[in-house]
């Protein structure tokens, strides 16, 4: 009876420590109780819109096996657009590309590690001269790289705009007037406080993508996708209570979304 007891508790404590084990080794999340903001209707609906453009991993269908050494190189951003080139460089592109490609089991050597070769490096795979990547393919951690990587921005535009809107103070003040009474008066007052406005745009994105083989620069595969962004705002303010809201994914999270379904692509055809 007594060993019967014993071999219980231990069952018990074992499940335990496993049920601890596997919390401990949980990913970290953090819910509503990060934000010290009250819970109020506009927060609700700020944090849906945040949601919405929060980073999302993917799966990559074949990254239970390995892909070639690689390094990605800073693209081109061939696009006028102020909004865009202040925000983004190629550099920021090729971090987000190293990111992912990493994620689906690439290895991938860090352009830091290239110190100030990279600009060197990079002239070489853009214009194509094997000699000099030869060069510099016989230099330390190089020489196992297989693939030259690099992300362009061909396309940043918007392609169409709406707004819409209304402003009551011309029909209030027609009230007021032909009306002639207080109540009329104030009817007019009431209708020319309200005020409405919704606007909107669509936006397309464009990124291109190519492989190069590392020793010969020639171009191994290169691939091209899109991808809409739609952002808006509406406003309303009716005897001084207004309401506003303003929503869309960023720019951030679009070039994200590009890299990942380009990464993708790369993952399943070129393994």
């Not at 109540?183 to 745009?201: F, I, P």
Request: positive net charge.
């Amino acid at each position: 009876m007594k060993i019967d007891f014993v071999k219980t508790m231990m069952c018990l404590a074992a499940g335990a420590l496993l049920a601890l084990s596997g919390a401990s080794q949980a990913q970290p999340r953090w819910g509503s109780e990060s934000s010290s903001a009250p819970a109020t209707s506009t927060s609700q609906k700020t944090n849906e819109a945040a949601d919405r453009a929060v980073y999302k991993p993917i799966e990559y269908s074949n990254a239970g096996k390995a892909g070639p050494p690689l390094i990605v190189i800073p693209g081109e951003i061939k696009s006028n657009n102020a909004t865009f080139t202040q925000k983004f460089g190629p550099n920021n592109i090729a971090d987000f590309a190293e990111i992912e490609l990493s994620k689906a089991n690439f290895p991938v050597l860090e352009r830091t590690n290239l110190g100030p070769l990279l600009n060197e490096f990079t002239l070489a795979y853009n214009l194509g001269d094997p000699d000099e990547a030869r060069k510099m393919l016989g230099r330390g951690k190089l020489k196992t790289t297989k693939w030259v990587v690099k992300f362009d921005i061909l396309k940043t535009e918007q392609v169409a705009a709406a707004q819409k809107g209304f402003d009551g103070r011309s029909v209030g003040n027609i009230i007021g007037i032909l009306g002639g009474s207080r109540g009329a008066s104030a009817g007019g007052t009431a209708v020319g406080s309200v005020k409405t406005q919704d606007t909107s745009g669509v936006w397309i994105i464009g990124m291109r993508y190519k492989i190069m083989n590392a020793e010969t620069t020639e171009q191994v595969a290169q691939g091209y996708t899109e991808e809409k962004m739609e952002v808006g705002t509406t406003s309303t303010s009716v005897l001084g209570v207004s309401s506003a809201e303003q929503g869309g994914v960023s720019l951030d999270t679009m070039v994200q979304r590009l890299i990942q379904k380009t990464v993708w692509e790369i993952d399943s055809k070129y393994k």
